[in-house]
């Protein structure tokens, strides 16, 4: 395996207090850097001081957004070392994501080598106030300087890290959201199952939407007939109607959620009834309305476990276990934390530990 180059900065930065982290706005003093030519591949994995960099104006991700991200999460333990949740599972969603937009494969433990360096040089930026985490940003784009349509024979590598507060400072708050009946995220054959801007570009007119009529997120529904439950926001949607939660198959335009597996697999676990079938946003507020909708909540990194309080659709409102936090959502949200910060037995081999030394 390649050897990667470590070049510290002198200049350190402070680390901020932990309620001042918010999500995604501070980054700590270093990055992981790759980059690909047609001969060479992959190559020279390096750490170097964060900062910014140049890039020319016809670069090719900017007018055609050939671009893909990650976003994963590490822990502090209570041993100090830090606990890297699934990260091989991301990296592999990772080259999901490059094939589908023409993107060269990494190799896998290659970059898992280059993030677990990075990581030590930058292990004082992993918080350890509960409920805190680092979060992990690898993305991918196109440099050729170039304005025709065609895969690029250049691109960049880069793994950002920012320490993130807690989701949850709070407590949990459910969410209320409005199903979006005119745009749509995502169809099938699209790029909706992988992590790549323009859906995220694609999205924000409707979240605009919703929040200037009062609601935290927009529930998706499918692009075809806009009647069968897709996502929430930038999450997965699993819904608890009587004893059974069900959440959407993975059919081509949803994103495949590390957390909706993870979920998955704890329910299977905990023998609680969970299918993976379409349900109608009809169903969902028939059942809103006869008292069988139990809970509804949403599954991602950022949140882990985003509850659900009430749903507008049209005309119509359906409020959720009166607006407070399912028994069910709230289990799911300990567990998979627990698991997170080694509290809990990691069985599922998700945990990577990082000894601080
Ligand atoms: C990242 C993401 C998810 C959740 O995936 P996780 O791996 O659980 O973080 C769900 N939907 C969309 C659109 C996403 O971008």
Redesign the pocket.
């Known amino acids: 395996m390649a050897n990667i180059d470590v070049k510290l900065r002198k200049d350190l930065k402070p680390v901020p207090a932990v309620d001042k982290l918010g999500f995604g706005v501070h980054f700590s003093d270093h990055m992981l850097v790759m980059d690909y030519t047609l001969e060479k591949g992959w190559h020279d994995a390096r750490v170097e001081a964060y900062g910014p960099i140049q890039i020319d104006p016809s670069m090719m991700a900017l007018h055609y957004g050939q671009a893909i991200f990650e976003?994963m999460k590490a822990f502090r333990a209570a041993d100090g070392n830090i606990n890297l949740f699934r990260a091989r599972d991301?990296f592999r969603r990772f080259n999901k994501s490059a094939r589908r937009v023409c993107i060269p494969e990494l190799d896998i433990e290659e970059i898992f080598a280059g993030l677990k360096k990075l990581l030590e040089v930058d292990h004082h930026w992993v918080p350890s106030a509960h409920g805190t985490a680092l979060y992990i940003r690898p993305f991918i784009f196109a440099t050729d300087q170039f304005l025709g349509v065609r895969p690029s024979h250049t691109y960049k590598l880069m793994i950002i890290l920012s320490p993130v507060g807690a989701y949850y400072a709070e407590g949990f708050n459910p969410v209320k959201i409005m199903v979006e009946d005119e745009y749509v995220r995502a169809v099938r054959g699209g790029i909706g199952e992988i992590?790549t801007p323009g859906?995220y570009a694609a999205s924000l007119l409707a979240a605009v939407k919703a929040q200037k009529k009062g609601f935290t997120q927009v529930l998706w529904l499918d692009a075809h007939e806009l009647k069968w439950l897709e996502?929430v926001g930038?999450?997965?949607i699993m819904v608890k109607i009587d004893d059974e939660v069900i959440t959407p198959p993975l059919n081509g335009s949803i994103?495949p959620?590390?957390?909706?597996d993870s979920t998955i697999k704890i329910l299977k676990s905990w023998n609680v009834p969970i299918v993976e079938k379409q349900i109608s946003i009809q169903e969902v507020m028939q059942a809103g309305s006869d008292g069988s909708l139990k809970e509804m909540f949403g599954?991602?990194?950022?949140a882990v476990i985003s509850p659900v309080g009430s749903i507008h659709y049209k005309e119509n409102d359906a409020i959720i276990n009166n607006g407070n936090v399912g028994e069910l959502s709230q289990k799911l949200f300990d567990e998979i934390t627990a698991i997170q910060f080694g509290t809990k037995e990691d069985v599922n081999g998700w945990i990577d530990t990082i000894v601080v030394k």
């Open positions: 976003g991301h992590k859906n996502e930038t999450m997965n994103l959620g590390i957390t909706r599954t991602g990194t950022a």
